[in-house]
């Protein structure tokens, strides 16, 4: 008899309110990794948290559309602003980076 492995199916990219160093910060929980990003959008201040997760990498504001790249930091498209900070990345699996 042979054995089959059943992987768990994975769970739809979302993301959490949190802090980093004692700063508001967004955990966006991706297939492989959680990349926690600052919890405002460089361009006017909207709530990433209320945001959605693009094609798996893509961080899009709820405002105005800006769209970054969660690999980088970089805005693809949407209003002129600075690229998003990310604070850290933590493979899937790992223990958080301490505050």
Do not use: N, Y
Not at 53 to 69: K, Q
Not at 70 to 77: E, F
Request: charged share 20%; proline share 13%.
């Amino acid at each position: 008899m042979g054995s089959s492995t059943t992987r768990a199916p994975q769970a739809p990219p979302h993301l959490e309110p949190t802090e980093r160093d004692g700063r508001p910060a967004v955990a966006v929980h991706l297939a492989d990794q959680i990349v926690t990003v600052a919890a405002r959008c460089p361009h006017r201040g909207a709530p990433l948290a209320e945001g959605t997760v693009v094609a798996g990498a893509f961080l899009e504001c709820p405002w105005h559309g800006a769209t970054f790249d969660l690999r980088t930091g970089k805005r693809l498209r949407g209003p002129a602003c600075p690229d998003l900070d990310i604070v850290d990345r933590t493979p899937t699996g790992a223990a958080p980076a301490p505050d």
